[in-house]
Nanobody, 124 residues
Framework: QVQLIESGGGLVQAGGSLRLSCAAS????????MGWFRQAPGKEREFVAV????????HYSDSVKGRFTASRDNAKNTEYLEMNSLKPEDTAVYYC?????????????????WGQGTQVTVSS
């Protein structure tokens, strides 16, 4: 079992920045690839970013590439999502998730554990 708790969401103006954190407890954090997904009202859950077990490799959706940075600190059992140049269309509930995969999974069914989500609202 892996328990995940997100924090850092909030209300920000367009062009602003936020940093999300995901604190993990339970089984070995470093054994999991860590991803970020988001879900806006009336829309399906969408892949945002993933960071490999060792933190060296990352992958991003086209909609956030160049603006968001995913990272992790295995010593602190924490994953991060640095979000810059935020746009109103980034408004959503953001979820962190853990996958035992050895690569960079980009679909939700490859993730076994999920946080409760944190709301990000970007005003225009």
């Amino acid at each position: 079992q892996v328990q995940l708790i997100e924090s850092g969401g909030g209300l920000v103006q367009a062009g602003g920045s936020l940093r999300l954190s995901c604190a993990a407890s339970g089984r070995s954090f470093s054994a999991n690839a860590m991803g970020w997904f988001r879900q806006a009202p009336g829309k399906e859950r969408e892949f945002v970013a993933v960071v490999s077990r060792d933190g060296i490799s990352t992958h991003y959706s086209d909609s956030v590439k160049g603006r968001f940075t995913a990272s992790r600190d295995n010593a602190k059992n924490t994953e991060y999502l640095e979000m810059n140049s935020l746009k109103p269309e980034d408004t959503a509930v953001y979820y962190c998730a853990a996958s035992p995969s050895g690569y960079l999974p980009r679909v939700y069914w490859e993730y076994d554990y999920w946080g409760q989500g944190t709301q990000v609202t970007v005003s225009s």
